[in-house]
């Protein structure tokens, strides 16, 4: 060959080799987003899950005193029930300890000025700020709760003056991620409105932070901010994924009490925002069953939490019905996630709302004469999605969400009359990542979703084992790679590419290609830290129910409830439920419970269970702190 022809078929050798590489690169990044996605909703799913036995437990269970147990059980209510007394509550949170010469944090006014909303967006940016004194935290909560009271379900959002309005979707705790926002886009204002579309706290370090920011702008801005509330603005979320454990943490004694008022602010956040009468801005989404006038007319305050519907204590079915049926219509725009199937199907992945398709959207946006949806709740890889032939909008706005480098995150700008939609990109990712190459930030994220993968892995040891050695009769140690794939992903519950991971999380024989199933259960990578593996502390606020009801279901009394008892526990309440739990759901949750997985369930192990999923806050010690934190 001539030097021109070989220097053309090496730059063709190259450019084949390049390709190869990236496509590689992307298959790697596809898996790993994969199981990133699919353990976050295998967590929700089992979140809802065990808090719906749970409260079917303290509510339907028999009078432990008629059984000879010796302990009450209250009759729980419903979460969707409000105490009588809960505004006092709140002006009671306010009277949080004075100022000392101890504290050397900012001063704010009530109301906040612009000046106090500067102060408090230079405060956060600093590494090593003063926390914010707690009585100032209550201040602007308070304040916030009686502005949100007077603003209706859907906010009427205006371009009138703006001729353009910024949406953000799902922040976490990424304080980070919203300084970013505002420096790129400005502050919120009256000729610069935003959306800010829930999700404002949970996984982030900073929540309080990001809520209190926002909460700010809305208070200085009241003509430039809407607030929508997410599925994470629920107490109980909030309590298995972290904001729980960051204001206990922040505001040891006086945390009880600003959760208490967070609560407050949580139930008159809006559920939704129309933006010129064009476009619908919601959390999760809509279901062939959402009817804005509905929503519009619901009374919100009285949902504490969506991850219980509401009982009447009507005996008449009827007012039963229309609690659900109201339940659902809130439910679903802040639970539910698109789908490119037609239809409207129950959200099994995550457990709650729905799935909803292109053809549901397009009937809904007719019924109420709307141009499109913009939704949230869903990370992105690029922070955005455009779905149902352009009519479903995914904004998410919280970038390294599952590790750094995991996602972009974005926020749109619905410009001019026709509110056309041009979206910003951005990330936060730690100096120490820019200088990475692009394979070293693949195998970053890559080495963490694998890390997560293990810990659900060996979780499910028993249960795995059980299939394994049901497909391996003749104890050989080996099974076909289809057997393992199937096993894992039935008794996981994740659904992932296992045929092409199983090189990461097996040995196989070289000859056969068969798998050596016992080193599925090896540490194949570093473990998880210590403090993202803890989970929040809550308070043991039913204990001595839980305690009877143990006994009652324990009925050998053992001190241990074996999965006999444990079913005819579930029948015993199948009576009282209209969905009772079918089979497999019974082995799922008491697996759950059964963390040592020694087979059985102990009182610590129901006990610890319940904690992780209980409400919170609780009624805690109301000591004066007069210290921030």
């Not at 610069?192 to 706290?201: A, C, E, H, I, L």
């Not at 609690?323 to 219509?329: A, H, L, S």
């Amino acid at each position: 060959m001539t030097k021109v022809e070989r220097t053309m078929k090496a730059a063709i050798l190259i450019q084949q080799w390049y390709r190869r590489y990236l496509a590689r690169m992307e298959v790697r990044r596809r898996y790993t987003w994969t199981i990133f996605q699919s353990i976050e909703y295998a967590g929700e799913q089992d979140q809802i899950k065990l808090y719906n036995f749970f409260n079917a437990l303290l509510t339907h269970m028999p009078d432990p005193a008629a059984r000879g147990v010796g302990s009450d059980v209250s009759s729980k209510s419903s979460t969707a029930t409000t105490s009588p007394n809960f505004e006092d509550e709140v002006e009671d949170c306010v009277s949080i300890s004075t100022l000392d010469n101890v504290y050397k944090g900012i001063h704010i006014n009530s109301p906040l000025t612009r000046q106090d909303l500067d102060a408090l967006i230079e405060s956060f940016r600093k590494k090593k700020q003063h926390r914010l004194h707690a009585k100032y935290v209550a201040s602007i909560l308070k304040d916030a709760i009686a502005h949100l009271k007077r603003l209706p379900n859907l906010n009427q959002a205006s371009t009138a003056i703006s001729k353009q309005i910024t949406i953000c979707g799902d922040l976490h705790g990424k304080l980070e991620d919203l300084l970013v926002v505002f420096h790129k886009n400005g502050l919120p204002s009256a000729e610069n409105p935003y959306v800010f579309n829930g999700d404002f706290v949970d996984r982030g370090k900073k929540g309080l932070e990001v809520l209190l920011l926002l909460l700010a702008c809305l208070l200085v801005f009241p003509d430039g901010v809407y607030l929508n509330r997410g599925n994470h603005e629920d107490l109980i979320m909030n309590a298995r994924y972290g904001f729980v454990r960051e204001m206990k943490t922040k505001y040891k004694q006086n945390s009880d009490r600003l959760l208490k008022l967070i609560e407050g602010v949580y139930r008159w956040l809006p559920l939704g925002a129309v933006v010129n009468n064009k476009v619908l801005v919601v959390h999760g989404g809509v279901s062939d069953a959402t009817d804005l006038d509905w929503v519009r007319s619901l009374d919100r305050y009285k949902y504490v939490s969506l991850l219980r519907p509401p009982v009447s204590d009507s005996t008449a079915s009827g007012a039963e019905v229309v609690d659900k049926m109201e339940w659902k219509q809130v439910f679903d725009v802040l639970w539910s996630d698109p789908q490119n199937l037609e239809g409207c199907v129950p959200n099994t992945l995550r457990g709650a709302g729905t799935y909803f398709g292109p053809d549901v959207t397009d009937r809904f946006l007719e019924k109420h004469k709307l141009m499109f949806v913009v939704r949230s709740h869903e990370c992105k890889t690029g922070g955005y999605e455009i779905a149902h032939g352009g009519k479903l909008i995914t904004i998410f706005s919280a970038s390294n969400y599952y590790e750094l480098g995991s996602n972009k995150g974005a926020y749109v700008k619905l410009v001019g009359p026709q509110l056309d939609p041009h979206f910003v990109q951005f990330t936060t990712a730690a100096a120490r990542t820019k200088k990475l190459t692009f394979r070293q930030r693949v195998g970053l994220v890559e080495s963490s979703a694998l890390r997560e993968l293990s810990g659900k892995v060996l979780a499910a040891r028993e249960s795995l084992l059980d299939e394994f050695r049901k497909a391996d009769p003749d104890g050989t140690g080996f099974i076909t790679v289809t057997e393992w794939c199937s096993a894992m992903e039935s008794r996981t519950g994740l659904t992932i590419p296992w045929r092409m991971l199983r090189e990461k999380l097996v040995s196989q024989d070289p000859v056969s290609k068969n798998v050596e199933y016992m080193t599925t259960f090896q540490e194949h990578l570093p473990g998880k830290k210590a403090s993202e593996a803890t989970v929040v502390e809550t308070l043991y606020r039913n204990k001595s129910s839980l305690e009877a009801i143990f006994r009652i279901i324990d009925k050998d009394n053992s001190g241990y409830i074996s999965k006999e008892e444990f079913a005819d526990a579930c029948a015993l309440l199948e009576q009282h439920l209209q969905n009772p739990f079918s089979k497999e759901q019974q082995l799922d949750i008491c697996r759950s419970m059964d963390i040592n997985k020694d087979g059985m369930v102990d009182l610590n192990e129901f006990l610890e269970t319940f904690r992780l999923v209980d409400m919170a806050p609780h009624d805690g010690d109301d000591a004066d702190d007069s210290s921030p934190g």
